[in-house]
């Protein structure tokens, strides 16, 4: 059974730095691309960050890139997202999502995703 589990969520100040993981398991990891997305409260679900499945090609949203860097170990079957310079703004329930296909920001094509992790910014 395909199972993400994050972790790494927590409350931050403003210009703080957290580190989510994704752990996962019941699937050929290596196989998947790993997307990371997040959903503000009264907000939809917006892309955040994405990684291939080499770990060669990483992809950010505008609102992260250079303060957010994606990564994974396919060995341990994990990927992290380093997030630094944190905002208000990126408080929300973030959550990873796995596909057997080519990485994109749309999060329709992920069929397997974890339960999220909370995180919150303040001023």
């Known amino acids: 059974q395909e199972q993400l589990i994050e972790s790494g969520g927590g409350l931050v100040q403003s210009g703080g730095s957290l580190r989510l993981s994704c752990a996962a398991s019941?699937?050929?990891?290596?196989?998947?691309?790993i997307g990371w997305f997040r959903q503000a409260p009264g907000k939809g679900l917006e892309f955040v960050a994405s990684?291939?499945?080499?770990?060669?090609?990483?992809y950010y949203s505008t609102s992260v890139k250079g303060r957010f860097t994606i990564s994974r170990d396919n060995a341990k079957n994990m990927v992290w997202l380093h997030m630094n310079s944190l905002k208000p703004e990126d408080t929300a329930v973030y959550s990873c999502?796995?596909?057997?296909?080519?990485?994109?920001?749309?999060?329709?094509?992920?069929?397997?995703w974890g339960q999220g992790t909370q995180v919150t910014v303040s001023s």
């Open positions: 019941g699937l050929t990891f290596s196989d998947y691309a």
């Open positions: 999502a796995a596909r057997n296909g080519p990485t994109t920001a749309d999060p329709a094509p992920y069929p397997f």
């Open positions: 990684i291939d499945r080499s770990g060669g090609y990483k």
